[in-house]
């Protein structure tokens, strides 16, 4: 995990300031290893993180927070818009299904996969996605990966 979070969190800064938003991450001082294929969890995250920032208002605040969580590793991504955003809150236009895997996004032409299709490739890899949502807040992406169990 130390290596695909080095490699994408750069990638990851560039994709929500090119929306106006911000992303702080939280990463434990030692990341355990976890079983999957890391150059696709790598583009399952952010292909997360691209879904889950096309439907925020300009200024919002991103946090993906990383812990252990007994024998997975927890990422949760949560968004808090800033209460003094000089830029006016509006609904987003929703996103438009094309077919059964994608989803488009009027407004920036983004394409992403939808829900069910991510779940599943989470999935694929060991992990888990939870959608919440939270009244104040919106949406909230929880991601469980399996820990590495074998000793080396």
């Keep these: ?3 695909i979070f080095q490699q994408a969190i750069p990638a990851w800064q560039q994709q929500v300031q090119r929306r106006g938003l911000e992303l ?11 079983t999957s294929d890391p150059a696709m969890l790598q583009q399952v995250l952010t292909g997360l ?7 925020l208002p300009p200024n919002s605040h991103i946090s993906l927070t ?3 969580a007994g024998h997975q590793l927890k990422l949760q991504f949560q968004s808090n818009s800033t209460e ?3 830029v006016p809150v509006t609904t987003p236009t929703p996103l438009q299904s094309l077919g059964r895997l994608l989803m488009f996004q009027p407004e920036t032409g983004g394409l992403s ?3 069910n299709a991510t779940k599943n490739l989470f999935s694929a890899l060991g992990g888990k996605l939870i959608v919440r ?3 104040q807040s919106g949406e909230v992406l929880t991601v469980f990966l399996p820990l590495e169990t074998r000793t080396i």
């Design 1 to 3: 995990m130390d290596q």
């Design 24 to 34: 702080d991450v939280n990463l434990p001082a030692q990341l355990p290893m976890v």
């Design 49 to 55: 993180i691209e879904r889950f920032t096309q439907s």
């Design 66 to 68: 990383v812990t252990p």
């Design 84 to 86: 003094d955003s000089p």
């Design 113 to 115: 996969l939808n829900l």
């Design 133 to 135: 949502q939270k009244p």
